[in-house]
């Protein structure tokens, strides 16, 4: 077995011991505010979108009902969660493309979500593991930065690591480890909090290590 491997069985291991339940950050109720939702973390704090979206879903929370709130009430709403002009019109226009092409039903499939405005393969990741139980491992900038710090990947993008992790992850370990590393990121190796070399799982995988990461973009 390689090192890489052991690392990334090992922290399974640890993982699975600090986080043996992983409940879903962002408050929703269904498919659609799931993915509004996650459309709306976009450089945004879960928080911050927990705190947003009651108001937005007290609105509309179908696409229904989204289709009849003007854009600009959107974004009005939205406005705290950043971005909110390229939101507020991403979120009235897929939930038209719901309702036009997928009889008002988020649809199940990478390539369905990745047509909508607004939805990236991260969102789409999400969407399908969460929702929909489809094994994905979306790989946000935290869980881009952990991996480099516990040397699973070299990926100077968040596609390279993702593709590096799930030949590292079981399967069917994909949609309960990413939230996982969330939560281990958050709480314990933050941006500015570890540097590769202070955490528990830092100094435990890379314990010959000297000089801190920099992480590669």
């Not at 009235?92 to 607004?118: A, H, M, R, T, W």
Request: glycine share 6%.
């Amino acid at each position: 077995m390689n090192l890489k491997q052991e690392k990334a069985d090992y922290i399974v291991q640890r993982l699975e011991e600090l986080y043996p339940e992983t409940p879903i950050p962002l408050d929703h109720t269904d498919p659609y505010t799931l993915l509004i939702a996650v459309l709306l973390s976009a450089q945004c704090t879960d928080v911050r979108v927990n705190q947003i979206t009651p108001k937005l879903f007290k609105r509309a929370n179908t696409p229904q009902k989204m289709v009849k709130v003007p854009v600009s009430e959107i974004e009005d709403i939205i406005r705290p969660c950043g971005l909110a002009p390229r939101k507020s019109k991403a979120i009235s226009d897929l939930s038209q493309i719901l309702l036009d092409k997928y009889n008002g039903e988020v649809p199940q499939s990478f390539e369905g979500l990745e047509e909508l405005p607004g939805v990236g393969h991260k969102t789409a990741s999400v969407v399908m593991a969460q929702s929909f139980g489809v094994p994905a491992f979306p790989v946000d900038t935290h869980i881009h930065r952990l991996a480099q710090r516990w040397g699973l990947t070299a990926g100077k993008n968040v596609e390279q690591t993702e593709e590096d992790l799930k030949k590292v992850f079981p399967r069917d370990k994909w949609n309960k480890l990413h939230l996982q590393i969330i939560f281990y990121g958050r709480e314990h190796c933050t941006a500015r909090g570890c540097d590769g070399l202070q955490c528990d799982l830092c100094s435990s995988l890379n314990f010959l290590r000297k000089t801190p990461v920099k992480t590669k973009k």
